[in-house]
């Protein structure tokens, strides 16, 4: 069976238990149904779950977004970590990688000289997806929606369901062009390209593989498996993992890459540990107490073992950048105690937290944690309830030896590049997985000694639009960038000690 510690499993799994009468929603209560959700939700385990005290809903929290905004940690707030929504299914949707999309993955910068005006710069395009079929390509210029110019009022309208009319300009040919496109529910397989570079009398035998990997999707551990069978078949010497644009996603993703990367005696071994988790302190209390560990290790074992298609590499290079967020920046710091981590590109985004999915009553076939007993919830306030669920954060992540990045709060680069410079000039991109993309071709130079070629473009963005990144995101980008997802305890009966012991806790601190 597949190696984890106790606490944690693959998805997000049920936590059940039969609510004290304190804590069942009360048909003659007028605080709002929604808004008493969200407390309960936060109060019970939320990473700051102590600064709940005093602050439960009345009636005129009326708006749950709002309230939900007030209850939350500045640091959280600062970020922009925690959310809520009223789309549960699209949520999900996401996280599977089923969603439904244009196909294109998006930088925002503000037009030089406009207060409102912006672009989207495309970073990649999915294959077989609306963007891919209607020609759109990396490195394009999105500056026109429905004839109007792109601004931070509209913008969003790329990122939704209706059919659109784009304004495209080439940064290279300055040739524009108008297309329409229409989303459709696509398969956003992450693992977008993966080559092998050989037979260059320069490498000195050096075959060295490469994989560009745009989301911690554990649907998609398959093609993971699968991309590490070839460069274990080829005979790879060294790997450099791109996770330049990966807004993170799934712990167990992470963990599956992790022991597909990490050296084989590491990944055999029960006692290696890949990441420990910090919670709330009751809910830490809680855990140890019980025995119960808050590490997770390798993986080992089961359908698809990483073992089978494992390098045994003692070290490997990883690009990334101030767009890697999450799930990227914990593979990359947790990897570091097993084995030497280069990591090239920038200072990552920042983000050492992780969440857990929360829905009223639903468990969603173990994704979600729901806070209540379904049968102790009114058909009423199951139907008020139905849409909405929270992704508050849970916990910080650390490496094996309880060490963690809060201070600064981001990753260095072991090579830093001139990634603001030449990101915000898509004139001088390449297409992925090009030897001349200036941050794969230093990977290569790292690795095999011959100085770096990659060549730049030669029309600067600058001079047409400014060259200022604006940090907005597409509600995909945003949802995995800011959600390590986490997976609660799935041993039997300890959901209803833990809910029980919750609402005991509540009551008793007043929360």
């Given at each position: 069976?597949?190696?984890?510690?106790?606490?944690?499993?693959?998805?997000?799994?049920?936590?059940?238990?039969?609510?004290?009468?304190?804590?069942?929603?009360?048909?003659?209560?007028?605080?709002?149904?929604?808004?008493?959700?969200?407390?309960?939700?936060?109060?019970?385990?939320?990473?700051?779950?102590?600064?709940?005290?005093?602050?439960?809903?009345?009636?005129?929290?009326?708006?749950?977004?709002?309230?939900?905004?007030?209850?939350?940690?500045?640091?959280?707030?600062?970020?922009?970590?925690?959310?809520?929504?009223?789309?549960?299914?699209?949520?999900?949707?996401?996280?599977?990688?089923?969603?439904?999309?244009?196909?294109?993955?998006?930088?925002?910068?503000?037009?030089?000289?406009?207060?409102?005006?912006?672009?989207?710069?495309v970073k990649y395009v999915f294959p077989n997806t609306p963007a891919a079929n209607a020609g759109i390509v990396r490195g394009e210029i999105i500056n026109k929606i429905d004839g109007s110019n792109m601004t931070l009022t509209n913008y969003t309208r790329l990122f939704e369901g209706n059919t659109l009319t784009v304004g495209i300009v080439n940064p290279i040919s300055s040739v524009s062009r108008s297309l329409a496109v229409t989303p459709v529910v696509i398969a956003t397989n992450p693992v977008l390209k993966d080559s092998v570079y050989k037979d260059n009398p320069a490498f000195?035998?050096?075959?060295?593989?490469?994989?560009?990997?745009?989301?911690?999707?554990?649907?998609?551990?398959?093609?993971?498996?699968?991309?590490?069978?070839?460069?274990?078949?080829?005979?790879?010497?060294?790997?450099?993992?791109?996770?330049?644009?990966?807004?993170?996603?799934?712990?167990?993703?992470?963990?599956?890459?992790?022991?597909?990367?990490?050296?084989?005696?590491?990944?055999?071994?029960?006692?290696?540990?890949?990441?420990?988790?910090?919670?709330?302190?009751?809910?830490?209390?809680?855990?140890?107490?019980?025995?119960?560990?808050?590490?997770?290790?390798?993986?080992?074992?089961?359908?698809?073992?990483?073992?089978?298609?494992?390098?045994?590499?003692?070290?490997?290079?990883?690009?990334?950048?101030?767009?890697?967020?999450?799930?990227?920046?914990?593979?990359?710091?947790?990897?570091?105690?097993?084995?030497?981590?280069?990591?090239?590109?920038?200072?990552?985004?920042?983000?050492?937290?992780?969440?857990?999915?929360?829905?009223?009553?639903?468990?969603?076939?173990?994704?979600?944690?729901?806070?209540?007993?379904?049968?102790?919830?009114?058909?009423?306030?199951?139907?008020?309830?139905?849409?909405?669920?929270?992704?508050?954060?849970?916990?910080?992540?650390?490496?094996?030896?309880?060490?963690?990045?809060?201070?600064?709060?981001?990753?260095?680069?072991?090579?830093?590049?001139?990634?603001?410079?030449?990101?915000?000039?898509?004139?001088?991109?390449?297409?992925?997985?090009?030897?001349?993309?200036?941050?794969?071709?230093?990977?290569?130079?790292?690795?095999?000694?011959?100085?770096?070629?990659?060549?730049?473009?030669?029309?600067?963005?600058?001079?047409?639009?400014?060259?200022?990144?604006?940090?907005?995101?597409?509600?995909?980008?945003?949802?995995?960038?800011?959600?390590?997802?986490?997976?609660?305890?799935?041993?039997?009966?300890?959901?209803?000690?833990?809910?029980?012991?919750?609402?005991?806790?509540?009551?008793?601190?007043?929360?």
């Amino acid at each position: 069976m597949k190696k984890t510690f106790p606490l944690l499993a693959l998805l997000l799994v049920i936590l059940t238990a039969c609510p004290r009468k304190d804590d069942i929603i009360d048909p003659d209560d007028k605080v709002p149904v929604v808004s008493k959700f969200v407390y309960d939700g936060l109060s019970s385990y939320y990473l700051w779950a102590n600064e709940m005290t005093n602050k439960k809903p009345t009636n005129s929290n009326t708006d749950p977004e709002a309230y939900f905004k007030s209850l939350l940690n500045s640091i959280d707030t600062q970020h922009g970590w925690s959310w809520i929504t009223d789309d549960v299914n699209a949520l999900l949707a996401d996280f599977s990688g089923t969603p439904k999309d244009f196909g294109w993955s998006l930088a925002l910068y503000r037009v030089s000289g406009s207060s409102t005006d912006v672009v989207g710069v495309v970073k990649y395009v999915f294959p077989n997806t609306p963007a891919a079929n209607a020609g759109i390509v990396r490195g394009e210029i999105i500056n026109k929606i429905d004839g109007s110019n792109m601004t931070l009022t509209n913008y969003t309208r790329l990122f939704e369901g209706n059919t659109l009319t784009v304004g495209i300009v080439n940064p290279i040919s300055s040739v524009s062009r108008s297309l329409a496109v229409t989303p459709v529910v696509i398969a956003t397989n992450p693992v977008l390209k993966d080559s092998v570079y050989k037979d260059n009398p320069a490498f000195a035998g050096k075959k060295i593989g490469y994989l560009f990997y745009t989301d911690f999707i554990s649907n998609y551990n398959n093609k993971l498996y699968e991309t590490f069978a070839k460069f274990r078949s080829e005979g790879i010497t060294d790997l450099v993992l791109d996770l330049r644009y990966n807004h993170g996603g799934a712990i167990d993703a992470a963990s599956y890459l992790a022991s597909l990367i990490a050296p084989r005696s590491v990944v055999q071994s029960s006692s290696s540990v890949f990441t420990e988790l910090s919670y709330n302190s009751f809910l830490n209390s809680f855990f140890d107490s019980r025995g119960n560990s808050r590490k997770t290790g390798f993986i080992n074992s089961g359908p698809m073992n990483p073992l089978d298609a494992n390098l045994n590499f003692n070290k490997v290079y990883i690009i990334a950048t101030d767009d890697s967020y999450s799930a990227s920046e914990l593979i990359t710091f947790c990897l570091k105690p097993h084995m030497t981590v280069v990591h090239i590109g920038s200072n990552t985004g920042g983000k050492f937290t992780g969440s857990w999915t929360l829905h009223a009553y639903d468990d969603f076939d173990g994704e979600v944690v729901p806070v209540y007993e379904e049968s102790d919830l009114s058909n009423q306030d199951k139907a008020t309830l139905k849409n909405w669920a929270m992704q508050p954060i849970v916990a910080t992540y650390k490496d094996k030896n309880g060490a963690d990045f809060t201070n600064p709060g981001y990753l260095v680069p072991t090579y830093p590049m001139d990634v603001d410079g030449i990101e915000g000039d898509p004139s001088k991109w390449k297409p992925i997985g090009s030897t001349n993309d200036y941050l794969l071709a230093k990977a290569i130079s790292l690795i095999t000694g011959l100085p770096v070629q990659a060549t730049a473009g030669t029309t600067s963005l600058r001079s047409v639009y400014g060259s200022k990144r604006v940090k907005l995101f597409s509600p995909i980008d945003n949802r995995l960038k800011e959600s390590v997802q986490f997976a609660p305890p799935r041993q039997k009966g300890l959901g209803k000690e833990l809910i029980n012991r919750m609402k005991e806790q509540r009551i008793s601190s007043n929360f």
